[in-house]
């Protein structure tokens, strides 16, 4: 039985940096399961026309393939979709839970990946293969109305990123993680944006006495330090 | 079987606009529990000194006396006593769902309602009992390091909140209610400073339109209307 996750790379296929995927992979880590995580370049758009209609322009990852034949787009579908087919190691529950994680979800996507890709967005570009860097510029400049080199500004995303984290940190000075005691969907959905800078940026983003750095620490440990063992730019930069 | 919520009112005691004490309302509410809201000012602190340790300087509202003599304080504490003696219709639930909550309540409370506060202090200041003003003025002022009236700044308000609001004007675009199809515990804790600025504002904080007003407005009529036939300073103005 094949489980494949379509997982977005960069000119080193091992530089693995979406923060939809990076939800994707702690959810099947959190369920125990087996995948193979496949690379995939944003011009690939034909390699997973089939998870879409039309003619697969609009096709994007995470795609997960479980059990062959069942194919799952959207990171908090996807999440959805493991708590409906693998019950236990609740990733977001339902009713009320599942409702809290959606509002985190949009707090992660409004607030905290805005700031995060002002101050990162040229080194993810950087590190894209040159396939795909003409289709990031285009767009991404057409979303951001302006050149990447424009958009991009450290001291400003840093200033947003302080700004966004004020309930994250307040949270953490209560409980390790936001899904309790231990980690959950939410800390995932919340995580892979971290993961992104992780990955593709030289240099933290935090400082190391951070509340939130110990918590992205704290997840970069789970699973035997399966997110801590991903290939990041440092890793390319020594070798 | 008395049960007395200390509620914090403004120079007109049936002006009540606490942020805590509305989460504490909405949800003895949402469990169907009938209490007395008895009015209470900032400095009645001897009125509530049973409420904590030492000499009662610190004690605020909400206060929850249920049952004639189980003492609870904190609104989120309040809602989580109120799930742990009254099951059913559950306001926070527990683990994942708790601690999500935990996280909607820190959003609101560092990222909301300083931008409401920010907007309508002297809104506040001005309905004060003439008791409570030099203790408001005293305690805020020291906590904003600036005087109430160079912190109030409407625009700058309404900017800050415009900000914050996106990730709910995102999640409810989805659904009707921060925990999905029926409002609960993180709805009410959501809109407690919502109910300052509506009872103690003479113009709305947002357009009719906005997604935002929408769900405040269907809060407002939770409970036949409980919450909309609050007293308002539009109520006192027009007598």
Redesign the interface.
């Known amino acids: 039985m094949a489980r494949i996750l379509y997982d977005l790379c960069g000119a080193d296929q091992r530089l693995r940096f979406s923060p939809f995927c990076w939800r994707t992979h702690m959810a099947l880590k959190h369920k125990g399961l087996d995948y193979e995580a496949r690379p995939w370049l944003f011009t690939d758009k034909d390699e997973i026309a089939f998870s879409v209609e039309g003619d697969g322009s609009k096709a994007t990852v995470p795609v997960l393939v479980d059990d062959d034949d069942r194919v799952v787009t959207d990171s908090f579908e996807i999440l959805r979709y493991l708590d409906h087919a693998y019950p236990g190691m609740?990733l977001l529950?339902h009713?009320?839970?599942?409702?809290?994680?959606?509002?985190?979800k949009?707090?992660s996507?409004?607030?905290v990946a805005p700031a995060i890709f002002r101050a990162i967005i040229l080194d993810i570009f950087h590190n894209l293969d040159e396939r795909d860097q003409p289709y990031f510029r285009e767009t991404r400049e057409k979303r951001f109305g302006t050149t990447l080199e424009e958009f991009r500004n450290v001291d400003q995303g840093l200033e947003m990123l302080d700004r966004a984290l004020?309930?994250?940190r307040?949270?953490l000075q209560?409980?390790p993680?936001?899904?309790?005691q231990t980690a959950?969907?939410?800390d995932y959905i919340a995580f892979g944006i971290f993961m992104t800078a992780h990955v593709m940026r030289a240099e933290p983003l935090l400082a190391e006495d951070d509340v939130v750095m110990q918590w992205q620490n704290r997840l970069l440990d789970e699973f035997q330090g399966f997110a801590r063992n991903a290939t990041t730019v440092r890793d390319l930069a020594s070798n």
């Open positions: 609740t529950a009713d009320q839970a599942e409702s809290r994680a959606r509002f985190i949009y707090w996507e409004t607030q004020t309930p994250l307040s949270h209560d409980l993680f936001l899904d309790g959950g969907g939410a």
